[in-house]
Each structure stands twice: as C-alpha cells, then as structure tokens.
C-alpha cells in the first residue's frame, strides 16, 4: 500500500522558514516525479514544486522561486520542501505528490495526473 506522509507544517511569521518532509513508502519511486501542491481557502490546488526521483531535476512555480527548495533523500525515501522568506500568501495546506515519470515537464504541472496524495500539512503565515 503506498503511502505519502506529510510532516512540518505550522503557524510562523513573516519572514520565517519551515521545511516540510513528506515520507513515501509501499513502492519503488525511482521513476516517479515527487511533487508538491498547496491549496489555500477558497481555491484551487496549485503546483508548488516538483523534483523527478532520478535525476533530481527540479521544477518551480515562479511565485516560490529562490524562496522554497525542493529536494530529495533517496535513503530515507522522503522528500523535503525547505521554505525560506514565507509570506503571508503562502498560507496553505500542503500536499506531497507522486507521479509516474512521463518525461514531460507540462504534466509536473497537472494535478489531475499524480497517482498518489497524502494527507497534507497546514502551513500558515502571519503578518
């Protein structure tokens, strides 16, 4: 059974950083595409960042580029969102993702195409 847990979430300041992990396990995932998305109140999931297992090649949206770092730990099978300079808008929750790798770097972006989610992690940002 495969399974996506998500840790590290919390209330911070403006300004502050928090790392998320997320733990995988049940399956290989050296040809997956670990991802993370959030959702704030009242919208969409979004992308947030996306690393492919082998390779780590790495994928952001531009909102969080050169404030978050996402990266992997192929030991311990987790992945970690490191989240520098956190603003009010990134209050969330959290999700980590996994999709079979299509070697296509528009699919990284479409939720509807990961395979497995886990439970998530509230993150929120005050001003």
């Known amino acids: 059974q495969v399974q996506l847990v998500e840790s590290g979430g919390g209330l911070v300041q403006a300004g502050d950083s928090l790392r998320l992990s997320c733990a995988a396990s049940?399956?290989?995932?050296?040809?997956?595409?670990m991802g993370w998305f959030r959702q704030a109140p009242g919208k969409e999931r979004e992308f947030v960042a996306a690393?492919?297992?082998?390779?780590?090649?790495?994928y952001y949206t531009d909102s969080v580029k050169g404030r978050f770092t996402i990266s992997r730990d192929n030991a311990k099978n987790t992945v970690y969102l490191q989240m520098n300079s956190l603003e009010p808008e990134d209050t969330a929750v959290y999700y980590c993702?996994?999709?079979?790798?299509?070697?296509?770097?528009?699919?990284?972006?479409?939720?509807?195409?990961?395979?497995?989610w886990g439970q998530g992690t509230q993150v929120t940002v005050s001003s």
């Open positions: 049940g399956r290989t995932f050296s040809t997956y595409v």
């Open positions: 993702a996994a999709e079979a790798d299509r070697g296509s770097s528009k699919s990284l972006l479409i939720k509807e195409l990961y395979d497995y």
């Open positions: 690393i492919r297992w082998t390779g780590g090649r790495t």
